[in-house]
């Protein structure tokens, strides 16, 4: 990828780029993605949504589920505009690179006229995830709540004690956004919220809860609330619906307790991120309550 390019894909004026990044795949991009573009859309924006990862497609399999829910449903389901690339072919490490920056670019270009973008990368280093992750306004990198998922951020050494230096996909980060500044970008807002929590107070739990403050102090980035284990979004997946779908009288889902705690979660992120104006998040956040 050649430096001199990125500048004219360095948002200024155009879409907020939101990117899920993390090299260890089951992390919950995906799902977190999809909840993102979901709340984006009934805050009324304009929403593109770009997958890296078209081998697998756990997003475009998302959104077709949901378009062909969308079928049935009594009222609209809002959608993004799609896109899908996958991974260039070509013989050479340069020939790839550049087929990729170009996908890449022709992509954002398709979604020029969003207020958002929301990009979904694979869980596995590429030339095409990098080149996304120096274009994104917001990273969040879900991260699930084990050391071995922590050990891709930071090395742990003394027994889980305390971090002996960032790891390989801090440093990638950390050069994206080298590369970002250097073009004159903004800085990254990188957010990394811990998934798959348990609800129990285990030491487990409060030891990477420390780690991940040192480690946060040490390469910049926010802790931000996320998910914890529940049925409920593995069983909206093939309807392509999220929690925030579940107050439609349409959506054929019968409330629970654990719905209601998980819907909280859900805007509690969204909170977190800082995407929308107060005023708006706020007025969102009551009409969903209807």
């Not at 959104?63 to 799609?82: D, G, I, K």
């Not at 260039?88 to 890449?104: I, V």
């Not at 979604?111 to 969040?140: N, Q």
């Not at 970008?185 to 991940?212: E, Q, T």
Request: hydrophobic share 40%.
């Amino acid at each position: 990828m050649q430096l001199a390019r990125l500048p004219d894909m360095v948002n200024r004026s155009g879409p907020h780029i939101i990117v899920l990044g993390n090299e260890k795949g089951g992390s919950g991009k995906s799902t977190t993605a999809m909840h993102l573009i979901v709340a984006l859309l009934a805050a009324v924006k304009r929403v593109g949504s770009i997958d890296l990862d078209a081998r697998q497609g756990s997003l475009s399999r998302y959104v077709e589920n949901r378009r062909n829910s969308a079928a049935a449903m009594l009222t609209p389901l809002p959608m993004p505009a799609h896109v899908a690339i996958n991974q260039s072919s070509a013989d050479s490490r340069a020939a790839a690179q550049a087929e990729d920056e170009a996908n890449l670019v022709a992509a954002l270009d398709q979604l020029r006229e969003c207020d958002f973008i929301v990009i979904d990368t694979p869980g596995a280093d590429s030339a095409l995830s990098r080149a996304a992750h120096s274009r994104a306004d917001t990273l969040i990198s879900p991260l699930n709540d084990s050391f071995l998922d922590l050990d891709l951020f930071g090395r742990i050494e003394d027994e889980g004690n305390s971090i002996r230096r960032p790891s390989v996909y801090a440093e990638t980060v950390w050069e994206q956004r080298k590369r970002r500044a250097m073009a004159g970008g903004r800085p990254i807002d990188w957010v990394v919220m811990r998934n798959r929590l348990s609800s129990l107070d285990a030491r487990n739990k409060r030891d990477i809860g420390r780690l991940l403050e040192q480690l946060s102090r040490r390469i910049g980035f926010r802790i931000a609330p996320g998910f914890t284990e529940r049925v409920i979004f593995r069983e909206l997946f093939p309807r392509g619906l999220t929690l925030l779908d579940l107050s439609r009288a349409d959506a054929g889902v019968q409330w629970r307790m654990s719905h209601v705690a998980a819907r909280a979660e859900v805007r509690d992120l969204l909170d977190a991120l800082n995407l929308l104006p107060t005023s708006e998040s706020a007025m969102h956040r009551r009409e969903a309550e209807i």
